[in-house]
């Protein structure tokens, strides 16, 4: 008994020199210090976190042609990430942001989010809500310690997507 509450103990000591612990104020995403390789010797960044806002944009993918009709029903596999590439403007509360969407495009091979289509007579194209978080950004710079300048930037990010089909006749 005694030899086994030793083994076990040891195992924490050593578990707890190997993995290096993390609290939640060292993953903190609303401000936290970083190191840029651009930077000099002496140089040091923060970065604060000032707006974040999800949006959605609805995009219809390339190569449907007039669309597609399956009386029986049937699948569109769509590539969400391909095709053409569009400017989305979001409106956001601090001002308007732009960022470049890709608009997917109809595959035929087995990768990609599969859309089911209504088993009747009418036409269906795809089309793909894309979810994209976007962030306002500030950057301060210091030297040494001493603060110098800030530049403030608009950051967006995709998240996710999800389809659906729309009737077009």
């Avoid at 449907?64 to 009386?71: D, I, K, L, M, T």
């Avoid at 859309?115 to 306002?136: F, T």
């Amino acid at each position: 008994m005694f030899k086994k509450l030793v083994s076990w103990v040891l195992c924490i000591v050593v578990m707890m020199t190997v993995c290096p612990l993390a609290s939640a104020e060292d993953n903190d995403l609303l401000q936290h210090d970083t190191v840029a390789s651009s930077l000099r010797y002496g140089e040091s960044e923060k970065t604060t976190i000032l707006n974040s806002e999800y949006k959605y944009y609805t995009v219809t993918p390339a190569n449907q042609g007039s669309g597609f009709n399956f009386p029986g029903g049937g699948s569109i596999i769509v590539n969400p990430t391909g095709g053409p590439t569009v400017t989305a403007s979001f409106s956001v509360s601090w001002g308007v942001v732009s960022t470049g969407v890709s608009v997917g495009y109809v595959a035929t091979g087995l990768r990609g989010i599969t859309i089911n289509v209504p088993a009747d007579n009418h036409y269906y194209i795809a089309r793909l809500k894309k979810k994209y978080l976007i962030q306002r950004v500030r950057h301060d710079y210091y030297e040494y310690g001493v603060y110098k300048y800030s530049t403030t930037l608009n950051h967006s990010t995709y998240i996710n997507c999800s389809g659906f089909v729309q009737r077009v006749k």
